[in-house]
Each structure stands twice: as structure tokens, then as C-alpha cells.
């Protein structure tokens, strides 16, 4: 189920996104009585319906499934994809999780050898979901206090669905509701005082001023639940600027996998419905190219199976 959430006449709702259509699930709920399903989809917020073993969650699975199996029985009607705006598929997501370094070739490209199973662990850093999560589609403002090296990163990100704590990597993928697609921006070189004295520490990227920008994070354009994905380690990824490639790659070259990264994670913080965990990127950043990111591009962002997630930039 490629699962979305857009904005129609101001107010979220959840549809089922199909090419260059959608579905409001709501409509399709309410017709066939599953007025309690139909009631939590109209705000538009998937994760009320997680954890993903409810009642609530396979009912929804159980509806979407009739309809796509009968689709000529819809009576509702499809929306036009290009007449709404896509939201993140999470509204309010608890944890917004990022991986640094986690494709062998970009470790290489960064410098690093590319031993991080064996000599370390994934590195995982954050960013505030509210402010820097938006849809596929939304304009994204270049900051002008630090402009110059701003930086794409395609990633394949996981929706947990369920509550978890020590997930064996064996059981990860039991805990995932689904996968959507993340472009991790960055800010390479932010630098708001540049007359500043140089410090010691200004030679490490920061993980704060540097991801946090607002829009700085989207996301979509859809959840593709995890029935429909069977092995996460077999998706290609590819970014393009303007039509360029400028990253490419697959998830089988993850150093540490989708159901690792979940243990790793899971062993010193809880997991919770709705979480993001976005799993790293391959070769390709602009930082390794010297190809940063201008006002004006064009960014899409594309993942076997999930679609592709545009963001202009301004």
C-alpha cells in the first residue's frame, strides 16, 4: 500500500496515492462502515491507527487491500495528485533519526576507510521533525546566513510501527509499519559569522547548525507499508539535480542493514509508532564533487518501489 497524507482545502487527510492520483481513505472507509477507521484517517494522522498489530491497523490493511484487488467497485472518487499538496506521511512523528556514513562507497568518498562494521558502530544523529520534515513538492529557502555548501543526500528511511526496546536485528522488520524516501539536507558550511576568529573545533561539521535548517528535511512521497517491501536490502536509490544523476546507488551496499540499525538503536532508546529512522547515503554528496545545491535547482530524490520526492529550491 503506497500509503500518503496531503492538504485539501486546508486540512490533512490520508489517501492511497496511485501514479498520479489519489484516494482519500476516509471516503472509502465511511462506505463501508468502518466509521471509527474512517474518523481517524480525516485528521490525516496514520500513526493513530499503529501499532501496526492492532485492529485498527489491519483493518486498514484488510480495507485497502479489497479495494485495490475490486478497484471498479470504488464509487469514491480519485484526486489528482498534481491539484493537492503531499504531506510527510507521519504527521507528528516522535523521533526523527539519521544515520551518517552508512554506504561503504560513501565513507570512502569522505575520507574514511570503510571498516565500520568491524572497528565501530553507525552513528546516529537527529533533527527536529516539526520544523525541519516537509512534503514532496514544498520549496525548500536556501539560508542566507550560509548559503554556499548546501548538500543533497538521498536515503531510504524506515517508519517504525510499533513500541520496541533491545529488537533483535532477527525481529527488526516486525516493528516496521513502512518505508518512504528522505533527502538529508545539509549545511556543509555554515559559517553566519565569517570574520569570525577561526576555533579549533570550527573544523568539525556541526551536527546541529548544520542539519537543522527548517525544511531541511523532506520526506515522501508516500509510506509503502512494509507487506509490500519484503527486503529493504534490495532497493536502487538515485538523485538527480535538474535532470543530472548525481547520486546512485543500492541498499545491498548498506555497511550496517535496515534490521541492524534498528537493534543498534533499539538497545539504548525505545522505539515508538510513527519514528523515522533514515538510513544513510550512498556516493555522490556534493561535498565530495564540489556540486552544491543552488536556488533555482531542481532536486528529485527516487527509491525502487517507494516513487520519487521533489524538492525545488528557492
Known amino acids: 500500500m503506497h500509503l500518503c497524507r496531503f492538504q485539501l482545502d486546508g486540512h490533512p487527510r490520508c489517501g492511497i496515492l496511485a501514479a498520479d492520483q489519489i484516494l482519500p481513505l476516509d471516503d472509502v472507509a465511511a462506505g463501508a462502515g468502518e466509521k471509527q477507521l474512517a474518523e481517524w484517517l480525516h485528521w490525516g494522522e496514520p500513526e493513530r491507527l499503529m501499532p501496526i498489530d492492532s485492529d485498527a491497523w489491519q483493518a486498514l490493511l484488510g480495507l485497502v487491500k479489497e479495494v485495490l484487488r475490486r478497484p471498479e467497485q470504488v464509487t469514491h472518487s480519485w484526486i489528482k495528485r498534481a491539484s493537492v499538496q503531499l504531506l510527510p506521511p507521519i504527521s507528528r512523528p516522535p523521533k526523527l533519526l539519521l544515520l551518517a556514513g552508512n554506504y561503504a562507497a560513501h565513507v570512502r568518498e569522505q575520507g574514511d576507510v570503510a571498516r565500520e562494521r568491524s572497528d565501530t558502530f553507525p552513528y546516529v544523529f537527529m533533527k527536529p521533525p516539526s520544523t525541519t520534515l516537509v512534503g514532496d513538492g514544498t520549496a525548500v529557502k536556501i539560508p542566507e546566513s550560509s548559503p554556499h555548501k548546501i548538500d543533497h543526500e538521498v536515503e531510504l528511511a524506515v517508519i517504525i510501527g510499533k513500541r520496541g526496546r533491545q529488537i533483535p536485528a532477527s525481529a527488526a522488520?516486525?516493528?516496521?509499519?513502512?518505508?518512504?524516501?528522505?533527502?538529508?539536507?545539509?549545511?556543509?558550511?555554515?559559517?553566519?559569522?565569517?570574520?569570525?576568529?577561526?576555533?579549533?573545533?570550527?573544523?568539525?561539521?556541526?551536527?546541529?547548525?548544520?542539519?537543522?535548517?527548517?525544511?531541511?528535511?523532506?520526506?515522501?512521497?508516500?509510506?509503502?507499508?512494509?507487506?509490500?517491501?519484503?527486503d529493504p536490502q534490495q532497493l536502487?536509490?538515485?538523485l538527480t539535480v535538474d535532470g543530472e544523476t548525481r547520486q546512485e546507488g543500492t541498499t545491498a551496499d548498506q555497511v550496517f542493514s535496515v534490521a541492524e540499525v534498528i537493534e543498534f538503536i533499539s538497545n539504548w532508546l525505545t522505539l515508538e509508532p510513527g519514528d523515522i529512522i533514515s538510513t544513510g547515503t550512498p556516493a555522490g554528496v556534493g561535498?565530495?564533487?564540489?556540486?552544491?545545491?543552488?536556488?533555482?535547482?531542481?532536486?528529485?530524490?527516487?527509491?525502487?518501489?517507494?516513487?520519487?520526492?521533489?524538492?525545488?529550491?528557492?
Open 287 to 314: 561535498n565530495a564533487s564540489g556540486l552544491y545545491l543552488q536556488p533555482g535547482q531542481k532536486v528529485c530524490a527516487s527509491i525502487d518501489r517507494i516513487g520519487q520526492l521533489h524538492t525545488p529550491l528557492i
Open 173 to 230: 522488520l516486525e516493528y516496521v509499519a513502512g518505508y518512504t524516501i528522505i533527502n538529508d539536507l545539509s549545511d556543509r558550511g555554515f559559517r553566519p559569522n565569517p570574520d569570525r576568529i577561526e576555533r579549533p573545533r570550527d573544523k568539525f561539521f556541526d551536527w546541529l547548525h548544520g542539519k537543522w535548517h527548517d525544511g531541511f528535511c523532506p520526506c515522501g512521497p508516500c509510506m509503502v507499508t512494509s507487506d509490500d517491501i519484503s
Open 236 to 238: 536502487a536509490l538515485r
